[in-house]
């Protein structure tokens, strides 16, 4: 019983607690209100830190048994679609790292797999995470389905279109734009641009405006931060078949330290670029 009578329930033995060097509940939240020392305040926020990042896990493990548990919308054939692959990375006008090849490779390992991809690239400013999720958009388009790219801000969500438009329209892609802007053009038709463009990049607007459709297998978030996860739930909704998920690739806009990484999104794998392409900073 807490002060006040208030009964508490501790969700782990006590031998664990033990074993942990943790204190019970009920001595943790006594001593964090009413400590009689700095040591008792310090071991009571240990154990309510402890509790707070187990629970964090656990939701993050369910996450991720819940998606293991459900079908891709498609398994790319990469034998099938390599040499169009190799044509692509070898007509960039820079040479890939070893990072982003490596990247790449995981990638498609994880495209062609029987279930959907769920993985954080992680990567500093500058390192080359785009051209990674294009020669993944092209990969999606070889097997007959569309990229969904969805950025926090316009001029981002511009920037994304215009690289795509110049490294995928040479092999035949249509790249569409929806942002807030384009979306209140009169004479922008959704209902067609859904079913003619390979790549839809484009803003929250993307959420709002956009047709759900079979066709949606490859789903890229930038700056994923800035959204919350009903926000990127409702992306992967937008494929029309409920019992198939699109592959997801999220991106931050900052490397999160490997530790911290894997408790905050322990729900994704995680793949790292840590080389910077030469002559960048």
Known sequence: LLRGGVSIEDCFPAKFL??????GLITALDQIHFPKSLEDSQ????RLAFDEI?????????????????????CFELSKHQNQ?????????????????SAVDEILKDL??????????????GSGKTVVAAIA????HLQGFKTLYMAPT??????????????????????????????????????????SDQIMVGTHALLYNLEKSK??????????????????????????????????????????PRTLALTIFGDLDITFINQMPRDRI
């Open 43 to 46: 071991t009571a926020r240990n």
């Open 154 to 195: 316009e001029i981002l969500a511009t920037q994304h279109y215009q690289t795509l438009k110049k490294f995928l329209e040479p092999f035949g892609l249509n790249i569409g734009l929806l942002t807030s802007s384009t979306s209140k053009n009169p004479e922008f038709k959704i209902s067609s641009a859904s079913r």
């Open 112 to 125: 062609s797999g029987l279930k959907p991809m769920n993985r954080l690239l992680q990567g500093d400013v």
């Open 85 to 101: 692959l190799n044509k692509f990375i070898e007509s960039l006008p820079f040479k890939l790292t070893g990072d982003q090849l």
């Open 18 to 23: 033990s074993d942990q060097g943790l204190v």
């Open 54 to 74: 187990f629970i964090m896990l656990l939701k993050s493990q369910i996450n991720r048994n819940k998606i293991e548990n459900q079908k891709p919308n498609f």
């Open 137 to 140: 958009a092209l990969a999606a």
């Open 215 to 256: 066709e949606i297998g490859w789903v890229i978030i930038d700056e994923q931060h800035k959204f919350g996860v009903q926000q990127r739930t409702q992306l992967l909704e937008l494929s029309k078949d409920s019992a198939k998920l699109p592959h997801l690739l999220t991106m931050p806009a900052t490397p999160i």
